[in-house]
């Protein structure tokens, strides 16, 4: 089986420790969360393969996390739930998961569905890291290089590059930015500003003539980067599969 890494995201104490013990057990890397709070949290700090998700999680709200997960995340979702109604099915499979599962649980059943879940993982497998010219964002250690030289980022500015770095240089509102980059809520898109003027201080050769994050005026921000006309242009470094161990690494250099 391949070796994942895997979010708990479940209410109930002893099916969540079960849960950990019993796919710690198969190889994978395991973190749990009991609300929906942390699990977004952790869903923007960490790389996360497969998140197993309790629809009845902070009462019913398992599916709002679902949905949001679908659309901001690249991961796949197996949902549980005590609900198993045709109706539920469609709802939980419409929130965005890949897989639905009730309970009482199986763990034979369980673990069928996370090897399914496998097989299409290998053939989606998420970026590592990602390289422009000289700036190397790595997903996994949550790291930013820049020619060469660790830049210190906040948890916070690391969220908000990476997700403007993963819009492909399309432009993304503030709005936008609060709701993907922030684990808390926010409507102050003032709090965005500030944030993206420490990155450019940070990472720009000239903060007052940014060429790394360029300001869309009435839209928000995007990650732009201008490349010499010998490089080609940037692709995301993918995680590779090794067929002996079944297991995750990263290649030694970004596919160009």
Partial sequence: MQHLQI????????????????????????????????????????????????????????LQLCHWAHRHCDLLILLLSQRGSEADIIAGLEAGADHYLTKPLSMQLLDAHIQALARRFRRTVP????????????????????????????????????????????????????????????DNPRTVDTHILSLR???????RQPSLIQTVRSVGYCFGWERTSSEPP??????????????ISAPAKPNP
């Fill in 7 to 62: 979010l708990v995201a479940e209410g109930n104490p002893h099916l969540r420790s079960l849960l950990c013990w019993h796919l710690q057990q198969a190889g994978h890397q395991v973190c749990e969360v009991d609300t929906i709070r942390q699990a977004k949290a952790l869903l923007q700090q960490q790389l996360i393969h497969l998140m197993i998700l309790d629809a009845e999680l902070s009462n019913r709200a398992g």
């Fill in 127 to 186: 970026p590592t890291f990602l390289q422009y010219g000289e700036l190397k964002i790595d997903l996994v250690q949550r790291r930013v290089t820049l020619a060469g030289e660790g830049i210190d980022l906040t948890p916070q500015e690391f969220s908000l590059l990476m997700v403007l770095a993963q819009a492909n240089g399309d432009p993304v509102s503030r709005m936008e930015l609060l709701e993907r980059a922030w684990p808390d809520s926010t």
């Fill in 234 to 247: 940037p692709t995301p470094a993918r995680a590779t599969v090794s067929s002996a161990s079944s297991s």
């Fill in 201 to 207: 201080k940070k990472l720009e050769r000239d903060p």
